[in-house]
């Protein structure tokens, strides 16, 4: 994994272990290594070992040692500086401070390196949840019909599976042909954790209409099997599936740094528990471990709450 092989000892068998033990992506041990070398290069910071950039400050001098003289009030400090002079919003340094406890927790409890753990008691950085973006019903269908031309069955296919299965991008970029079959559809999800999603016939009708064109394409031996390809013949990368999503997203006049890829699956949990969809059930189809996860698509939207105090009887009095 690029970077991590060079994290220091006992940071890169922490990491090992998320990926190897705790089945943690590539890419997600990989978020957990910037988030502690933050933490590592504050160290550095503290004790004055620095006359760089923060960000270019090395690690490699930080040992076990250095870690066994932290303490709550050296977190309380950090927390405050991510805050005050890296100015990290509430969501960042929740991140890096849930890290730090994870990380404080293995060498303790797991590798037993530390015979305190100083970030046991530490509370959790609140963050205020916001309700997620999403396409109207009305906004989904247009982006439908904004589809171009040129690779038109492809790109309809792909927005159609977004908006109708909420799966996430690297899965969707993942799926190969072998995984779909009649109306269901294998996809690996977050930790490699395969879980099955249901094709409507929204989505059925997208893939017929699509894999004919398919078939007529020449991938190498190494993408013979994907079934999204680019112009290259090649598996299609998450960056060209971004970038097709923007161009449609302008062609709308929407802001494309807020209605991403992952809105698309924002936006097919929230029609769905808008159409009835019990949470539950929800959370099943978009493979949330934590039903809190997915509570927060049952958030109610204006037009809601404006029709409910209109229905209030005094509605009526007026002065």
Request: glycine share 4%; with cysteine.
């Amino acid at each position: 994994m690029d970077n991590i092989k060079h994290a220091p000892e006992p940071m890169r068998s922490f990491l090992i272990y998320l990926e190897s033990i705790q089945g943690k992506s590539r890419k997600t041990a990989l978020e957990y290594f910037y988030d502690l070398r933050c933490f590592y290069r504050f160290i550095n910071y503290s004790a004055g070992n620095a006359k760089c950039d923060f960000n270019q400050i090395e690690i490699d001098n930080i040992t076990i040692d250095d870690i066994k003289k932290v303490d709550i009030n050296f977190i309380y400090e950090y927390a405050n500086f991510l805050n005050h002079d890296l100015g990290n919003r509430a969501r960042t340094r929740a991140r890096k401070i849930s890290a730090l406890k994870s990380y404080f927790k293995y060498l303790h409890s797991k590798v037993k390196l530390i015979d305190e753990n100083p970030a046991a008691d530490l509370d959790t950085i609140k963050i205020e949840k916001q309700l997620p973006k999403y396409f109207t019903l009305e906004d989904s269908l247009s982006l439908l019909d904004a589809v171009d031309k040129r690779n038109y069955e492809r790109d309809y296919c792909i927005l159609t599976l977004f908006l109708n299965c909420g799966m996430r991008l690297a899965e969707l970029v993942s799926i190969n042909i072998t995984d779909i079959n009649g109306d269901t559809l294998v996809v690996m999800g977050k930790g490699g954790k395969e879980r099955t999603i249901y094709l409507n016939d929204a989505c059925i009708s997208a893939l017929e209409a699509y894999m004919p064109i398919r078939k007529k394409m020449s991938p190498e031996y190494k993408d013979r099997n994907a079934l999204f390809l680019s112009e290259r013949n090649a598996r299609i990368s998450r960056r060209t599936v971004q970038h097709t999503v923007e161009k449609y997203v302008k062609k709308l006049g929407l802001d494309s740094h807020k209605y991403t890829t992952h809105k698309l699956r924002h936006t097919a949990a929230t029609l769905m528990h808008q159409s009835g969809v019990d949470v539950r059930v929800l959370q099943e189809i978009l493979g949330h471990k934590q039903l809190s996860t997915t509570e927060i698509y049952t958030h109610i939207d204006n037009k809601e709450l404006r029709n409910a105090v209109a229905k209030n009887p005094l509605n009526k009095t007026k002065k």
